[in-house]
């Protein structure tokens, strides 16, 4: 996810808001001539940029432009010295801003967070994602949600009896499984509002329960109830119980649209003024400039100290430089009152890098953007986030990517 290539770089990935993803734009160096293919773009759009850089002083020129017809169906290449790619990438990257496009989605996403979801399974993950719900929700002013899933069908029965005896059985054992979760729900809301009572809060709490796989559950209850963050519990490191929250937290994440804050059974909640260093690991994704945004505008009520850093594997290229100057000046002219970190770390392996830095900063919780994968994709390489629900000790903040 954070894996950066240097031989040969498709721009269409590096800056996607600016170039068109139907293009096999990419960066080539031809060493003979010592010119950077820059990227293909319609004719009209190549016209302006190299107007801009000439401005610039870079000296540049288009390849296959055709004029008289005003386009190619193919595009237009601009080019330009390898010794001023780094600057004309630069510039390039700075003209985003100038089209506003970038500032006003982030303008847009600043929206707090009016209700939080909190899946329960009575489990001691599930009872933590409660007490973060509620010290978020009474700072943020949010309404508080919880669901519990209490019928698997996938148990431990014959699926092919369609005896008379079998079919009493299951309702029995349906009507029971209900009236055990509601129960154990109504008990749990019970000592969830003597706590917000307690501490003096107006927070609002509801509940539903569900019959049906819990992954499947808590995705339909989001669209329906549409929150602005789910808490949910993640098993992490070590993990002893058998809690069904721990394995879908995955899947409820590469489904859902909203964000989703996955907290691990084993660390222990001291309120969220003890949680003091939060990192945004970027993968210079187009949509960075959004996540950060909910990152901050839900961070507000609290002082902390933010990070952004991005892994390089095995060197820092050029163009990550380029990047990461680029979001931290589209931040700090939306949020100019809001001190962030920015990094580039060099590290043997994405996953291995992030835990150095986390270490090396005292990172509470991490943040980073998730994407649609396709189901190749899932089947052969687990993802970052994945992989981060299971080996770090932390609570994981995860924003959807549009795509």
Known sequence: MFFSYIRNIEVNKLFPALFPNNLKDRIMYTQEEKIAVVA???????????????AEGIECFLAHENLLQGAVS??????VKASDLEKALRIIELSKSEHGEQKENAIKTLRSVRKILVPVDFSDASLKSCSYALALAARLKAEVKLLHVYYNPVID??????????????VNYLHEAEQNARHQLTNLIKDLKYQVKKSKANTKITYSLANGLPAEEIIASAKRFKPGLIILGSQGIGHKSKSLLGSVTAKVIEKTEATVLAIPENINFKGFESLKNILYATDFDKSDHIAMSKLINLLHPFEVNLFC????????????????EGLHQLIGDNFKKVPIHYDLVVSDDVINGLEMYMRNNSIDVIALTSHNRGVLARFFTPSITKIL???????LLVFKSPD
């Open 74 to 79: 193919s595009g237009v290449e601009l080019r």
């Open 157 to 170: 029965i014959a699926p092919f009896d369609t005896s008379h005896a079998y079919q009493v059985n299951l």
């Open 40 to 54: 293909r773009y319609p004719n009209s759009r190549a016209l302006l940029l190299q107007s801009k850089l000439k």
């Open 389 to 395: 629900l299971n080996r770090v000790n932390k609570p």
């Open 309 to 324: 850093a991005h892994i390089s594997v095995g060197t820092k290229k050029s163009w990550q430089k380029v990047k990461m």
